[in-house]
């Protein structure tokens, strides 16, 4: 009888373990780090004190200009010209046209019943 609690904790499988954990996407950047103006703002406080810190505010716009270049440069489609943007743009609007066809046409087989309220 000793054996009966113990021998069913040996036969059954392990717990399954959790799953691993997923990062979540990226959240997009806030709206504030796209302003230049605070730093901008920053830079004419110094020079109006005469401070050493302008230096400093002009790095750190420096660092800000830099890392938007490179944000811009990483976005989808930047690489696309005007007249390819334009030609996709006409082929997604001739697919929606198309389907939507199809769908009116698909309503007027009558197979679907649709309920009148």
């Known amino acids: 009888m000793a ?5 069913r904790a040996a036969e059954e499988p392990p717990p399954p373990e959790p799953p691993a954990e997923q990062k979540p996407p990226p959240l997009p950047p806030a709206q504030e780090e796209f302003s230049f ?4 703002h920053d830079i004419i406080k110094c ?3 005469d401070s050493q810190d302008v230096h400093q505010v002009l790095n750190e716009l420096k660092n800000k200009f830099q890392e938007m ?4 440069s990483s976005m989808p489609g930047i ?10 743009l006409q082929n997604l609007r001739e697919q929606v046209q198309t389907k939507n066809e199809l769908l009116q046409k698909y309503k007027s087989l009558c197979m ?6």
């Open 3 to 7: 054996s009966g609690p113990a021998g």
């Open 37 to 40: 103006l605070p730093l901008v």
């Open 47 to 49: 020079m109006d004190k």
């Open 69 to 72: 270049r490179k944000l811009i």
């Open 79 to 88: 690489g696309v010209s005007p007249e390819q943007q334009q030609q996709q």
């Open 112 to 117: 679907f019943e649709i309920p009148k309220e």
